[in-house]
Every structure is written in structure tokens, then in C-alpha cells.
T-cell receptor, first 113, second 115 residues
């Protein structure tokens, strides 16, 4: 099986930087994805790291270290609209069920003025 | 990204009735669709994997006779909650992916309330 751990909540002020860590335990590994979900809304895909290192997309960056079974999502220049839940997720081990992701419990990011 | 629609967005029904939820991929062909359930402040729980033209694969603990899934075409999957009970009240979300793509795209979700 696979398990993912991430903090339950993070609070920060506008303009700050937030790092959401995700540690995983898997018997095999393809990569780490991140999703954002606003209250009452559907999750939206943010990023996918298949290789070690940092992937930057605008204000959001995602990092992966396979050797440490660890990744993080970095939110920079926080805005009020960034208040949401953020989930890390791993894809399955077999490509014939690709998309059957397992999600972490989610991190609630609260941005304050 | 690709667009997935879900209908209805919100439904309230009486206990014992059945409710059908539709999930459509609007601008791509989805060979596989997934159905999730999410309770407040919790993560997404995969209920079943829906493959076009074949039977759905249900996760452990999910009753296939209660949650009927049909994937009749490459752009449409339906979830029918049969004989709904108040404990079935939840946020139901579908997602879809194209062949060999990493990302899955989620529908906007359906809020089901069973009275």
C-alpha cells in the first residue's frame, strides 16, 4: 500500500511564503502530484514531479526528493484567493490503472490580511 | 486544461429514492473516469474506476449494487445512488483522464443531501 502525510493546516499572511510538506511511503513510485481545492469546489491539478528537483509554475513551485521520499509545494506571494486545501497525491504502480491516485489528507491553507 | 462537467451540481432527495449523477468530458475522450466521495474537511475517497465499455471496478467497502456506474461512451459516465439514505449525503466528484496522460481533471462535484 501507499501512505502520504501532510500537515493539516497552515496559516500565513498575505504576501508571505508557505511550504506544504508531503512525505510518502510506497512500495514503488512514479511521481508526486499536487491539487488545490477551494471550499465546495472540485480539485484542480497544480503540478506533477516525476524527477527530483524543483518545478516552478508562476507563484507555485513543487519539489521532489525521491531519496528522501519527500516533496513539497511552495506558495509564494500569498494571496487571499490561495486559501484552500492542498492535496499531494501519488499515482498507482501500474500504468493500466493510471489516474487512480491516492490522495493525502490535505492541508488547509488559511491566508489572513 | 481539459474540461469535465458534472450534473446536477446539487440535489436534495428523500430517503429511499435513487439519484443519478452525470459526468462528461467536454473536449477530450476519457477512457477512464473515476468517482470519488468527499466528506467535509476530509480527503477524496475513491469509490470506483469506470472504464468505457466494461464493468466498473469498485474499491473495497463500496457496494456496487448501491452505487451503480455506467460508462456508456468515451465522454459520459453516470453514477446512480440507489435507495439513498441520509448517510449517503456527501460531495460526489468525478474525474477523467486521457490515455497516457498524467493529470486527471475533476468535475465540479455534486452535493447530495438525503433527507
Amino acid at each position: 500500500g501507499q501512505s502520504l502525510e501532510q500537515p493539516s493546516e497552515v496559516t500565513a499572511v498575505e504576501g508571505a511564503i508557505v511550504q506544504i510538506n508531503c512525505t510518502y511511503q510506497t512500495s514503488g513510485f512514479y511521481g508526486l502530484s499536487w491539487y488545490q481545492q477551494h471550499d465546495g469546489g472540485a480539485p484542480t491539478f497544480l503540478s506533477y514531479n516525476a524527477l527530483d528537483g524543483l518545478e516552478e509554475t508562476g507563484r507555485f513551485s513543487s519539489f521532489l526528493s525521491r531519496s528522501d521520499s519527500y516533496g513539497y509545494l511552495l506558495l509564494q506571494e500569498l494571496q487571499m484567493k490561495d486559501s484552500a486545501s492542498y492535496f499531494c497525491a501519488v499515482p498507482p504502480l501500474s500504468t493500466d490503472s493510471w489516474g487512480k491516485f491516492q490522495f493525502g489528507a490535505g492541508t488547509q491553507v488559511v491566508v489572513t490580511p | 486544461g481539459a474540461v469535465v462537467s458534472q450534473h446536477p451540481s446539487r440535489v436534495i432527495c428523500k430517503s429511499g429514492t435513487s439519484v443519478k449523477i452525470e459526468c462528461r468530458s467536454l473536449d477530450f475522450q476519457a477512457t477512464t473516469m473515476f468517482w470519488y466521495r468527499q466528506f467535509p474537511k476530509q480527503s477524496l475517497m475513491l469509490m470506483a474506476t469506470s472504464n468505457e465499455g466494461s464493468k466498473a471496478t469498485y474499491e473495497q467497502g463500496v457496494e456496487k449494487d448501491k452505487f451503480l456506474i455506467n460508462h456508456a461512451s468515451l465522454t459520459l459516465s453516470t453514477l446512480t445512488v440507489t435507495s439513498a439514505h441520509p448517510e449517503d449525503s456527501s460531495f460526489y466528484i468525478c474525474s477523467a483522464r486521457e490515455v497516457a496522460q498524467v493529470a486527471q481533471f475533476f468535475g465540479p462535484g455534486t452535493r447530495l443531501t438525503v433527507l
